[in-house]
């Protein structure tokens, strides 16, 4: 089964940190480019960060550069995103994505957004990791 697993979210205070984990089954990881998207009640879905196949090149959106980290391990097959100082505006569901439409891949949301690289396709069909911030 075609899978992406998000978990790390939670409750945390302003100025605190998470790291969010993207577990991908069922498919060749290494192959694809990765992203992390948000979705929140206000701003709808935002385009948060990327990082290509092989993980040598990364991309995040302005309101969490030098805030967060993306990285991955392929042998893991795993996407990371870790995030310090946190603020309230981050509070959102996260999704970790594909640019790709991976075969097999059921209930997948696609979307086009703007990123740091122009418009990209997004896809993504994983549960979402809740992240809260609030004192």
């Known amino acids: 089964e075609v899978q992406l697993v998000e978990s790390g979210g939670g409750l945390v205070q302003p100025g605190g940190s998470l790291r969010l984990s993207c577990a991908a089954s069922?498919?060749?990881?290494?192959?694809?480019?990765m992203n992390w998207v948000r979705q929140t009640p206000g701003m709808g879905l935002e385009w948060v960060s990327g990082?290509?196949?092989?993980?040598?090149?990364?991309y995040y959106a302005d309101f969490v550069k030098g805030r967060s980290t993306i990285s991955r391990d392929n042998a893991k097959m795993t996407l990371y995103l870790q995030m310090h100082n946190l603020r309230t505006e981050d509070t959102a569901v996260y999704y970790c994505?594909?640019?790709?439409?991976?075969?097999?891949?059921?209930?997948?949301?696609?979307?086009?957004?703007?990123?740091?690289?122009?418009?990209?396709?997004?896809?993504?069909w994983g549960q979402g990791t809740q992240v809260t911030v609030s004192s």
């Open positions: 994505a594909t640019e790709e439409y991976v075969p097999g891949a059921r209930g997948v949301s696609a979307v086009r957004m703007q990123t740091v690289r122009g418009w990209s396709a997004i896809y993504y």
């Open positions: 069922g498919f060749t990881f290494s192959r694809y480019d």
């Open positions: 990082i290509n196949s092989g993980g040598s090149s990364t």
